[in-house]
């Protein structure tokens, strides 16, 4: 299991990466990155954690359903930003906003996501205290996070019109 979640990560970045490229070519710009090399730090943290904690643990098959669950949200998620998905704040001027998919129900459905995963996964493996530290650290990075990339997208909804939801 925790392989599978290394290779989603590494292959998330992957694409992130991509995307950025392709959305910079494009006349993009990043947005307040200076968060960015913490909240890696912390993710990959996370994830060491659970290596060294919990490679041997017993599953705990509920939470392992839920964490499962939050995986189609997260593929719901990444399939309606497309090419817009990344890992950093990228904001495409005069670009409509998303306003379909989960983006109907939620304004940051992804942040939404990764708080579920950072608490569950550990407690798929026993390992309540690393679901709290890692649920309060990340909580830390997303109200920074979510305050530079609101002030980003109200700046791009002043100058395009939202896209019709999907």
């Given at each position: 299991m925790l392989a599978?979640?290394?290779a989603q990560r590494g292959a998330e970045?992957?694409?992130?990466?991509?995307?950025?490229?392709?959305?910079?070519a494009r006349g993009a710009i990043e947005v307040a990155p200076g968060h960015y090399p913490l909240m890696v730090a912390v993710h990959a943290t996370w994830l060491i954690s659970l290596w060294v904690f919990g490679h041997?643990?017993?599953v705990n098959l509920t939470a392992l359903a839920l964490?499962?669950?939050l995986q189609g949200l997260r593929i719901w998620v990444m399939a309606t930003l497309g090419e817009r998905w990344t890992t950093r704040?990228?904001?495409l001027p005069n670009a409509p906003l998303v306003a379909g998919g989960p983006y109907r129900y939620l304004r940051h459905p992804n942040y939404a996501v990764v708080a579920g995963e950072i608490a569950l996964l550990p407690l798929t493996l026993g390992l309540p205290?690393?679901?709290?530290?890692?649920?309060?650290l990340n909580a830390g990075i997303l109200f920074v996070r979510i305050r530079a990339e609101d002030r980003a997208l109200d700046t791009a909804r002043?100058?395009?019109?939202?896209e019709t939801p999907a």
């Open positions: 599978l979640v290394t970045l992957i694409l992130s990466r991509s995307h950025t490229r392709t959305l910079m041997d643990q017993p964490y499962l669950a704040i990228i904001v205290w690393i679901a709290a530290i890692f649920t309060l002043t100058t395009a019109a939202p």
